[in-house]
Each structure stands twice: as C-alpha cells, then as structure tokens.
C-alpha cells in the first residue's frame, strides 16, 4: 500500500489538526504510505468546500455518510463534537474502513463498549487521537523507566488542567450537560493523564474518586436564567495500579493560568522523573547516583537522542509543538494501516481509559475496583 | 515583663534551630522582650557544658527535670525525640511554664489530647513548632487569599516530600517503628501540609486516606537481619474543608529529589496562588483581570511588603533562610509570654493537625469524618 | 495570483523545514496563496527524486540552474551550504524569480552586499530566513515594547548559544574554515541575535567587539594531523543602537547544555520583558505597576492572543514548535509575492544584520562606527 | 584567644546584618571564638543606647573614635555610609584593631589605595564584605571548577542587577553624587560581581567598558528643580582574565523587577556551571559525561555536602538566608584574627576588585591594562 486515502469529518480545532498532521507526516517520516488528502466532511457543504481548499482536501461534501462510503477513503478521520464519534465511527467501521477517532471516544460508557466490541468484529484499524503520549519527552521518560532509570517505581502523580471553564461569569452552553457534553473535566482532560498513568505505570485496578461542581448553575445566554451545570469542574482520585503501587489523579477545567497543564511524576526506589507538557520540550530526572554533591533534577531538552523528535529537527533544543504529536499519531496509524498491524491505543484498549474516568465520576469516596 | 528566660531540651537540627531563633529574636524584631539564655538540657552533662558554651546558654543541666523547675527558666523550649514530648510538655506546664513544642505533638493521637487538655488548665502558653507557617511569602499567600486576590476558593493540593528514607539500602533505625517513631511520612512531614492547609483553608471536615510503605523491611544494622518497617512511607489523602471545598494532599519521605517539597495549590475562582517551600523566598500567582495578552503566573520575590522579611533585610530579593522562620515564631511566642496571649498554634490548635494525619494513617480508603 | 509555484534547492536541516512550511502554509493560514511544490534539487538526482517523493514535489532536478530557470517555478527557495547562496540567489534573481535565502546571506560581507545590490535591481522579491522573529512570544514582546508597557528602552542584552563546538574531540570540518564556513559562531548564530535585536531595539549604530577561538586547532579526520580552526567560537559585543542606548552581546557555538538558547533581555523605565528561545512558547515581563505586594515577573504562555499562535492552535498554553516559525515565515513571503509588496527581512534590510556581525568580527577591541 | 570583642560601628542595612552575623557566629560554627558584643556606635547617643540594647551590645557611644580607641574592642566593624570607610578604617588600624568593613572600600580608587597600603603596614587584619562569595552554593562552583568538572574554562559571563534606581520619578538623593556615592551601580553592585568573577576565574587583566546614566537628572526633595545624576545607572564591560580568557560583564541599578539578581555563567570545555544569588540555594551544572539522552543541566539545592551550609541546618533543601553569608564571613574573620592569619578578601585583595570597576568606570569604550 503506497498511498493512503484520508477522510476527515469536522473541521475545528482538531480537524485542522488532523489535516496538518496527516499532510506533514510524509515529508516528516519518510517511511510511511503517503496520505492522500480525499474528502472533507463539513457543514454546510459550502465550508466544506472552502475548507478542503484551505486544508488541500481534493473534494469536499456536506455528508458524512457520503463521506464513510466513499470508496477512495481509507481512513475516516472524526474530529465532530464528541456526542457524534459513536454513531460516526461505528458506521466507518462497518463500511470497512480504518477510523482516526478523537477522544474521548463517547459520551457514555455504554457508546465505547458498543464501540469497540464493533471494531473487534471490524476488519478496518482503529486508533484514539491520546497525542500527548506521542511527544518525545514522555516517551523518553516511559523508555527510562522501563530501562530501570529510577528503580522501581513506587508511587504516581498526575495532574491535567486548564482554565476554559474557571470564569464564573461565561454563559452556560452544551459543555455542562451530561446529553451534550457528557462527562465534564475527567472526559475532555482526565482521559488524558489516565492515557498517560497507564502508559508509564501499567492498567489501573481500583480508583477512589471526589468530583465537585465549582459552578452549580451557569447563565443562558439564550433567556438570562440560571441553568444547571450538570457535570464535574474538578475531579480529583486516589488509584492504585496492578501491582499494588498508589496513584494521585487530579483534573481540573476551572484553574486559572493552567492552560495545558499536564504534571506527572513518577517515584522509583533510585528516582524520579517528572513531566509537564506545558513544558513539552523538556524532562526532569533525578537520579541516585554518584557524587551527592552534583545531584539534582536534570532538566533534559529533548533532541534527535528522543524519538522521534529528530524526524522533526535535527537539532535539540529547537522544539517540537503541539501540532507535530498529532503527526506523530498519524504516522503511527499510516503504518499499521499500511502494515496490517493494530494501532495503540486502538478502540479495545481506548475503553480502558474510559472506565477509569466513569469509575471516577461515579465512586464518591468509595473504592470501585475496575 | 522585660526578659525572658530561655531553657532548652534538645542539641540536635531543631535544639540548635530554637537556640540560634532565641539568640536573634531581639536584634531582628527589636519589639520583643528579650529572651535570656538560661539553661540547656543534654546529655550526657558534659555535652551539655559544651553546647552551652556554643549556644550562649548561661549554664547546662543533664537533668530535663531540674530544667523545668528551674527558677530562672520561663519558656521550656522541646526539641527532644518525639517520644519524649508528652511527657516533657506536661512536666514542665505542671510546673507553670510556658511550653514551646516541636511538631509533631506526640507519638500517639491520645498522648496529644493529654497534652492539650493539661494546657487547657495550666497557666503556661504553649506552642507547636509549625514554623513553615511563618514564612513571610507563604503569610502573603494567606493574606491574598484573604482579601479575594483570587475570588472563592474552590480547590486546593498540598504535597510534601523528601528523600531522607528513598534508599532501598539505608540500614533499620527506630523511625522504622511504631514505638520509637510513632507515624512515618505523616508525622515527620505531613503534619506540617496540614498546618499550611488549614492556615489557607480553614479546618479539615473529613479525609479518605490511602498509605504505603515502600520497604517493608530493612536490614538491622546491629545483626544484619531484616526487621520490620512498621510506619508509612507514603500517604495520599482526598480532604474535605469546611464548606465543602475539596482538597488533595500527598507525602512521602522516599522521594528521590524532594529534599524540603511543600508544594501548595490554592484554586480560586478569579485565580490561583502556588508556593513551595524549596523556594521559599518566591510566591507565585495567576490573577484573571486585565489584558489577557499578558496574564500568566507572576513570581514574586519575598520583599519589604511581605510581613516580617523587612525585619531581616530591608531590600527584596536578598533571601531568608530556613532558621529564621523559627526566630519569627520564637518572637510570636516571646510576644505572647510577655503579653498574656495565647500564641498560634497552640497545643489544642495544633491537637487538629494531630487528628487529622492520625484520619489519614487509619482511613484504609474510607472517608473519616473529624 | 491563486498558486505559487516553489523549487527548493536543498534538503538538509533547513531544505526540510522549508518543505514542511509551504506544504502547511495554506491550511494553517488560509489567507495565502497556494503553494504548489513543483521542483526540488538536490544532488545526485537520485537522492532529489527520493526526496521529492518524500516532500512532496511534483517534480526534481540535480542541477540547480534548471530549477532557477523552470517556468512553474516562483519562489526558490535556497537551503544549500551557506557558500553558495550568493551565486545561486543572483542568478534565480536574474532568472526573475523570487528568492527566499536562508541566513547567513553569505560567506563575506562583499557577496552579501552584491546580493543586496542585484536584487534592489531585481523584479523578484527577496526574504532572509530570520525565523526567530516569527516567534510569536517574541513579536508580542516587540508589540508590548512599542506599546510602551516598560517604558522607555534603556539597556539590551542578547545571548545565543549552542554546544555543537564544544566538544574539544570533534574532529576538524570545513566549518572551521573562512572559506566554506565564512565566520563562525558569528555566522551561524550571531546573526539571528542581531535580527532580534534590531527587531526590538531598531538599528545598530557601534560595536565594540571581542572574538575568541577556544580550540586553536582539529584533528583531521582524514589525515589524523592537527588543523587550525580559522573562525571564532565565541564573540562579544558591548553595541550601541540609535539613540544611544547601550546593548550587550554574546554568542558561542561551544557553550555546553545550551541548544538555542536566545536569551533577550530589553530594560525599560517602566519594566523589563525577557526572552528565550529555547521556551520559545513563554515571555517574562515585569511592570511597574499596581500594588508592590504582587509585582514579579510574569510568565505568558503563548496563545491565541499573541498573533499568529492561533492559526496553528485555538487553545493557549499547547505551544508551536520551531519549524512552525518557517511556516510564518513561507506565508509571510506567500503574501508578499502575491501581493507585490515587499517581504521583511530583504537582501537590503538583511545586508544590515551581516554588516554588524562583520564588524564585531573584525573590531578587536575597538569601537567600529556602522 | 578566647574571645574576641566587636565594635560596630553603624546600624543600618548592613549594621544590623553585622550585629546578627557576630551575634550568631559561634552558635552556627562552634569552632569560632565567642564573640563578645562590645561597643556599638550610632548618632546620635540616645539612638545608639537603643540600638545596642536590641543587637544586644553591651555599651554605646555616639563617637565612633572613642569605638576604635576602646580597650575591650579587637575587631572594629565599619558599616557606616561608604564616605566615612576610608577615615575609620585608617584610623581604626591606626589604633591597632582588626577591620571589617563593608564594600565598597571607598568613595575613590585613590582612598583605597591608601586603606590598603594602611592596612599593609599594620598589626590588625582586614577583610572588606564581599559576602556573595560566602554563599555554599557558589563555594561548591568554585570547587566544581578547581576540580575540572567543567573542564578548561573558556569564557565567563556574570551580570548583577537590582532596581532601586529603576523609578523615573525617584527624588534626587546623595546617591547620585560623586562627592557622597562615588560611583553608581559599579561601586554598589558591580564590585560584588568582581568579586565573584575572581574567585572563579582569577584576576582581571583588562577590561573595555561602557557606561550610561538613564536618568540625567532627579528631581530634588528639597527645591523641586532638576539636579544631576552625576554617577553610572548602567556598565557593561569585555573583561580579560589572566590567561586569555574572555569574560562579559554589566551591571544596572535600574533594572526592574531584578532585586539581587547576580548571575553567573561559567563555560568550560567539558560542561557549564550557572549560579544566579537570586535562588541562592540552588547552582546549575552541565556536564558532557555520560548517557546523552539524560544530558541536561542539573539544577543543584545545597545541603550538607556543600559547606559550610551543613553548620546551619544539617538537611538539604531547607535553605540559608543573606544574613547566613554575612555569619560565615564574620566566622571566617573570627578565625583569622585568632589564629593570626590573613583573611580574604583583606585590603589588599579587594583593592584589586576597585581597581577594575574603576577602570570599567574610565575606560569609556578602550581597552584598560590593569
């Protein structure tokens, strides 16, 4: 397979994420089939065509049935809001294609599993868009602790947020119901650093979670009234991880000056490594060893040492953004796609993030064992 | 009252921080009465000579008994092994002196409520040593918060950690036991995040407490077998506030790297403020109001205007260290001696701190009500 | 004009970036003509088709007149050795196309100044490839300055380090020649600085500058004999910039553990903002303004306020990379070649950044009037 | 020698950092001999009786002669306004007393001169407060780079800066005269940078330097009109070491938001050592050694292993403060004068640091031999 057919659905933030992503990953890699920009799928049609053209989509359409059907798509790219990624992607998949979905998968539990038992049954590949476990830097760190940087590990934390929602005064709007929006904090940030504790530190067991509502009612901007916030503004977890090792968890959409605060650090019997994508071009390590008087965090600037940064620039120090995990991503699913292997994290192991963040929402300080 | 009469029990880290505090507290404060080196308690006798000669201590005792009847002796300052606190402190208030305690209170939650119920009926002023409380850059933080710098509270993470028992080969000492060491990482160090969080916050409703111990032996020094660690190395905690603001609270004392980690988060509504105490000297806070274009953290340097640095050095920038943090509560105490007042915390105050690391070590994942 | 025709003459470091910058162009900015890859050379011609296919380009040629001289091409895009952008850019201009030249313009002051020369005459449009200017944090920080946000200027200072001299066992390359490298930390990094700079301070009026060459010779990798190293590791400046404020410059190829550091510094009567580029998504400014108690510096994260971040992303705090500030850079010259205006840094304005660095190189301690 | 008697003479800033610094210095070390707080002298009397009752002197005096004539006085402690240094410090030796004087020496290059040629022919030892070379942190860059963990060393750069002269609309005061302040940032900052660069890198061998005055005039308290600035807001200097190597040097005393910002750069051919005194407990290194993916600068926090921060709190991380350094200095010159040694940095030696601020001051862009 030399060239690969992309369909992308939705054209927001990352939608045109997607489209940089998958138009740059040739020329980044070299080494993967080459994306061939097909079909766009936007409403109404009209920004679909405008957008193909800003994007370098060959057509554009107003339907994404139209779109999952078509057969020089191989690849269904769905960036629509999240209450559409279920129907969407299931329908991609029984049309026989590969779908590129973004997190979280779906509004309800009960959508993913739907989700991902039709893509155990699919021929197509699957992939959730967890680009964050793409960067350089936390790979490095996975690739350090895995190699016995800092011992065992013995302890996690890990923390994601932003501030969208921290502004007491923003009008009420689809993000705060559970029919529109689903989970709050934990599904637009936690599945994150869920994605990320798990690729360090193995499945999650057992979580014990607190969530609160800072906000109980936002104003409509529709009649001025008063409407109920119905999901989580901060949701915080003690987990503990197979093997026995605890965990701290914390989200938050409502903290002021964190934009995409994204804080692990992991404790190991000879270390720690922390992590913080704010910084996403950097990595903190101590280790135990050698001279006491020289030890200290060492802040690692990521280079061409961390993969695959240096497909990117051959330099350290230069710096990678956020667009280039994205393509990252997408090369990864160009060579699964391409080399019949699966994809991670495909639907089946997607889910797994999201029962953590459902059996967050839902334990109220007791332990719910996953 | 125009002097003060200082006898202290204790030479080691806290005996030689309390000496060199009282030595100071007069030239930097000026508005204290001062404070006479009176006594010092060691042993053996000649050590005690010795130390007094260092310290400034007019004469040394081998006897803490002959300290606290000690005519000349106002305040009974106790920087002795945990273990003997209770039994100190209540000597030395039965016999009508004001008490000045190192945290923590003592090895068991009913030796603490012993403690504060004989100070409840004695004459004496007490204090705990809570002297991260004192400083000036964490005191401005509170006082921000205070005058709505960041708007209603909503969240708050305090974490404190160090390294001291990272090392899988330290040998096995009698902070390993219950005995001797009472509680592990709560009570050497997390005691101390909760001074800071009720200081912030106001009193903890209620905890879910998780614990670990990393090592579960280690190797006696004396006959080279594996014997026993009988206290936490770490302890998580998901804390309720009074009026329901959820908090999160970790410690660990095997934290490679973390060697005075006091890392607090308050989360406003209109912003936030982070402190560590490993730059004690810095304060940093995210405000949301004016030109967004240039919001983002602003890092203060302790100055002048944050109460009392100007007393140690009238130009910003210039730093204090860790000793003066107790000379500021030495003052607080020697204040309160003279003036009748009762100083803060006291042992009923610092009572609260108890109940809560004890709701922690206990809690096994359940939440404990205060 | 709907489409602009690229060759790109290179696909090193630079050949890529600026393959990877027109291919995204458009869909991250939407307002600018098309680009279209048509021509790429590079040497053999085996290697320009191998890479084209890579990259993206229609077409490739081992033989740079060819593609200067290809009717579909607009723009050519030189990222050869520095040695032969004079050569190539004069003829392509002569040949009435567009130029767009990676930095240094040259390896001696005299082709650069003929470059300036032929392409005042020329049709074409020319730009300079002084990325760093493109940065988004560093033109808010030139906004915020012309604002007056600190003031008055009063003092600048400049570093740019990089580490990839330093090792004293690197063996000697044709970078420690005036013939194939021209100057050298000067050359390679220096340049950018003065670009910044000027950018923020206007133009350079004196230098007084000092060169060091660190390791006097290399071990030939051919012969295994010692080589002399014929240009300069290090450089400093103190400048003086119109209207006589007083800067300070440095740059070294052989400062271990910097990547890209590019730290600015600008001093006002009212502030100071500060810079560096290797956390090229944040800006430091500090202003003399409202309540003492919380003045500090304070740290931006980069969004969509700060012009052009949020075309490639709508969320702050997510953060560009390095080969983005190329993609603002080919949109920038996309526009300006559609639209008949000029495009900034041209030959001519460029020739200023080369005449300064030149000038430190040869001071010697004196000061040299520019 | 026992017992040593001080005499101070002064009470403000640095007076009372003296009064703690001998107050403190036996408690701290141990190893000193007890200073004994003799005669403080202040005027007026009365001010002086109060000032020695809270920096608990045993006796006052309004006339700093009778201080430096009195029999119980061995060490005479000059922290007056820098004017008065020269007079005190001559006639102080004169009598037969040791001198501790604050920096900078004096007002003029010829004064100083004359100090030290005093101070050669005399019986009492001399040291001048230098002291941010005192600080643990930058005593262990200074063992760091004896012992070649940075290799040779290549360049340096060192600024300090602080903003007290920052505000246009300060009033005119003494500071701004030759007659009361001598030189301006140079004499109050840049001479502590001196001070540094030479313990580091050895003595200066010439220097070009560069000096501005941002603020022409100030408006006078007393009539409302416009008087001169007569002293440097600004200097920047290219310094040469002994040896060859390059060093950039600048100091502002107009530099907003810095507060004691005293940064330091040491680049070697093996690695990078960073100190900045505004987190003074912490020091940066670069090392080429190793694992290059981990390569990063570690960023150190004093403990015991870097002495003598050990003397004040045996754990790392709980820092040390400004006045600590002023304690290590006067416990240095306790030393000295009882065992009959020299101490540093004595007349001599800190002769050599005014020497080249004045010559930085004079130099108006030429290269000065010193």
Same mark, same amino acid.
């Given at each position: 397979m030399d060239s690969v057919g992309i369909g992308l659905i939705g054209t927001g933030f990352m939608g045109k994420c997607h489209a940089l992503a998958y138009g740059a990953a040739k020329a980044v890699f070299g080494d993967v089939p080459t994306p061939r920009l097909e079909l766009l799928c936007e409403v109404p049609a009209e920004k679909a065509r405008a957008m193909a053209d800003q994007f370098g989509f060959a057509r554009a359409t107003g339907d994404w049935r139209a779109l999952i059907n +078509?057969?020089?798509? +191989?690849i269904v790219c769905i960036t629509t809001p999240n209450k559409l990624h279920a129907e969407i992607a299931i329908a991609a998949l029984e049309s026989g294609k590969h779908v590129h979905c973004e997190k979280p998968?779906?509004?309800?539990l009960d959508e993913a599993e739907t989700m991902a038992r039709v893509a155990a049954g699919a021929k197509g590949k699957t992939i959730v868009g967890?680009?964050?476990? !793409?960067n350089p830097a936390f790979r490095h760190a996975r690739k350090l602790i895995e190699e016995g940087a800092i011992g065992r590990v013995i302890h996690f934390r890990g923390f994601v947020d932003e501030d969208?929602?921290? +502004?007491?005064?923003l009008p009420w709007t689809w993000r705060a119901t559970r029919a529109e929006a689903g989970l709050g904090a934990l599904g637009d940030l936690g599945c994150h650093m869920i994605s990320m504790a798990v690729e360090l530190m193995?499945?999650? !067991?057992?979580v014990i979670g607190d969530i609160r509502t800072v906000h109980a009612t936002r104003v409509s901007p529709d009649d001025g009234t008063p409407r109920p916030? #119905?999901? #989580? +503004?901060i949701a915080s977890a003690i987990l503990e991880f197979d093997g026995g090792v605890q965990g701290l968890f914390s989200t938050s !959409?409502?903290?002021?000056? !964190?934009?995409n605060y994204m804080a692990v650090e992991v404790h190991g019997t000879q270390g720690m490594i922390c992590f913080d994508q704010e910084r996403m071009n950097e990595l903190r390590i101590y280790q135990n060893a050698g001279d006491r008087s020289v030890q200290g965090f060492t802040t690692i600037m990521t280079g061409p #040492?961390? #993969?695959?940064?240096g497909n990117f620039v051959?330099?350290?120090?230069h710096q990678i953004g956020f667009n280039d995990l994205k393509t990252i991503e997408a090369a990864s699913f160009l060579r699964a796609v391409a080399g019949g292997t699966d994809a991670y994290p495909s639907f089946r192991e997607a889910l797994e993030f999201e029962r953590v963040i459902h059996a967050i929402a839902s334990s109220n300080g007791r332990r719910v064992i996953l």
């Open positions: +078509d057969p020089a798509v +191989d998968m779906a509004l309800t967890y680009n964050y476990i !793409r969208y929602q921290a +502004d007491p005064d193995g499945p999650v !067991r057992s916030v #119905e999901n #989580e +503004d !959409r409502s903290a002021w000056g !964190r934009k #040492e961390h #993969e695959p940064y051959p330099a350290a120090g």
